[in-house]
């Protein structure tokens, strides 16, 4: 394997950052909602998932939520360990769902951007369609 200088060597080599920036440490807090309390929304609890990362003196800190299929990530760092992130983050998406409780689910049908814009775009349309009706009456009657 070799001592850390050449371990440091080969990571500058493949263009990865001098230092490893380990296994990092994790939280997760994956709990739903407790059924018989009350009071508990229809829609599930995101989970909340920390990793703090150290690298050259510096500190990456990542934050991720996960809920209705997506994932939302957070990062915190310096410029100077920007090489570093990439890793980072893989090292953490990979935690993330290694050890996780949850499924891997499929994206909402409904949440999806493109069908918000869908829906959008037929009220126009039939907001459109109301407005020229209206006009060709107030036509008719200025005749």
Do not use: W
């Not at 299929?69 to 992130?85: F, P, Q, S, W």
């Amino acid at each position: 394997m070799g001592n850390l200088a050449d371990h440091r060597r080969i990571r500058k080599e493949q263009g990865l950052h001098e230092d490893d920036p380990g296994t990092g440490e994790y939280t997760k807090q994956e709990a739903d909602y407790i059924p018989f309390l009350g009071n508990n929304p229809s829609e599930e609890k995101p989970a909340i998932y920390t990793g703090r990362f150290n690298v050259s003196k510096s500190t990456i800190e990542l934050e991720a939520k996960r809920s209705g299929g997506k994932l939302y990530l957070t990062c915190m760092a310096d410029e100077k360990v920007n090489r570093a992130i990439f890793e980072c983050v893989e090292r953490f998406v990979t935690a993330i769902f290694d050890g996780s409780a949850r499924e891997i689910k499929e994206v909402d049908v409904e949440d999806s951007q493109i069908e918000k814009l869908h829906k959008e775009l037929s009220q126009v349309e039939e907001e459109r369609d109301g407005l020229v009706e209206t006009l060709q009456n107030l036509k008719k009657i200025m005749e």
